[in-house]
């Protein structure tokens, strides 16, 4: 499609008002304005829990102003590639993969100058001069308009192109959710033949993370805590050792198979304390926990259990656009695929309310059809 013949208007689902539900409205097409900036026809949108913090309203200042248009995992397909875009290589057509954070960053700062510098475990900063994790750049679908409208305006700084063999609804779920997990994988250094726990297995992140694991050559054990996400869990790593935490004590993983000393790290997925201490439990000694999700209230540590046993600490923000890229080479390498169900942008709130149901899994407006 050309710039000529672009409608003047769009469907986009805006959140009006914290806890209000999506409303389908028509809105002016967004103007690329910078130079990097892009305008992309979105194909496929995945739904966040950090989508449901924004629209309740619990994250200060979050958005900016309301109505807001939420998604920051998402795909499409370029429109008008401005000046700075186009010199990058982006052309009408270009099939693109976003993770919302990193829209206009400074390019100046301590983070966006040290680029390759800065070290995330085995991963590495991006180029010198751009940064996902800027302080001052923007993040699509919070801090800016995100993927549920038909189109939406990005940065080429923060995009990544689709690997070919990956669809745009498989690609989607992986730019926050998949690249998440996979950051923290690589952060903790996991190698093959370690043990990987993974509470909150059944999740949209979970499942994800016990592929990536298995994958990588590494042992994945799963924990979750409800019939849906177990089955789930179950499904996408068959040959791991998946624990029903309500029948079993974090004490009693330890005392099986594999893991028999404690794993070597673990991932914490839900915004529980519960599930922190689980956690914190079924590591071995000088073992690694990831902290991922984030509880308002935040995560008591026992400070003696941490110092008695060796243990460390980590935790993940996304990834850096070096560590996405890798991440969908991966993914399309060895088949690493969300359990997805589509429904069409003018059914997003059913959408939000299946997710609501804690089935486990991604659920994805599917702009392709
Ligand atoms: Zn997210
Ligand atoms: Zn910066």
């Not at 979050?62 to 008008?80: A, D, K, R, S, Y």
């Not at 992986?174 to 190698?191: D, H, Q, Y």
């Amino acid at each position: 499609m050309s710039s000529t013949n672009l409608p003047s208007s769009m469907k986009a689902q805006v959140i009006e008002s914290p806890n209000a539900p999506y409303k389908l409205v028509s809105l002016p097409l967004p103007q690329p304005q910078d130079p990097h900036d892009i305008l992309l026809r979105v194909k496929a949108a995945s739904y966040c829990h950090t989508d449901a913090v924004v629209a309740s309203g619990a994250l200060p200042g979050l958005p900016p102003t309301w109505p807001h248009i939420n998604c920051h995992e998402f795909t499409g397909e370029v429109v008008i590639a401005n000046s700075a875009a186009a010199a990058l290589g982006f052309t009408p057509g270009a099939r693109l993969a976003v993770a919302g954070h990193g829209f206009h960053c400074c390019g100046v700062c301590e983070e966006c100058v040290a680029g390759p510098e800065i070290e995330l475990g085995d991963l590495r900063g991006d180029v010198p001069g751009v940064s996902a994790y800027c302080p001052t750049s923007g993040t699509c679908g919070l801090t800016h308009p995100g993927g549920f409208a038909e189109y939406v305006v990005v940065d080429a700084r923060q995009v990544n192109r689709i690997p070919d063999g990956l669809t745009d609804v498989e690609v989607a779920p992986l730019m926050c959710a998949g690249m998440t997990v996979f950051t923290a994988l690589r952060k903790a250094s996991v190698r093959p033949g370690m043990v990987v726990g993974v509470v909150g297995a059944g999740g949209g992140l979970g499942h994800l993370a016990m592929q990536f694991i298995e994958k990588i050559g590494a042992k994945p054990l799963g924990v979750e805590s409800a019939d849906e996400p177990l089955k789930l869990a179950r499904e996408v790593a068959p040959e791991a050792t998946i624990v029903d935490a309500r029948t079993t004590e974090a004490n009693e993983v330890c005392a099986k198979g594999e893991s028999k000393k404690g794993v070597d790290v673990v991932l914490v997925l839900p915004e529980s304390q519960k599930a922190f201490d689980y956690s914190m439990a079924m590591l071995r000694t000088r073992g690694t926990c990831v902290l991922v999700s984030f509880p308002i209230a935040g995560f008591h540590i026992s400070a003696g259990d941490m110092i008695i046993r060796h243990l460390n600490i980590l935790s993940v923000l996304g990834g850096t656009l070096s560590a996405t890229e890798e991440m969908l080479q991966f993914a399309a390498k060895h088949g690493v695929k969300a359990k997805i169900e589509t429904y069409p942008l003018e059914k997003l709130n059913e959408l939000v309310a299946k997710y609501g149901q804690g089935a486990g899994g991604k659920y994805v407006v599917d702009m392709t059809v």
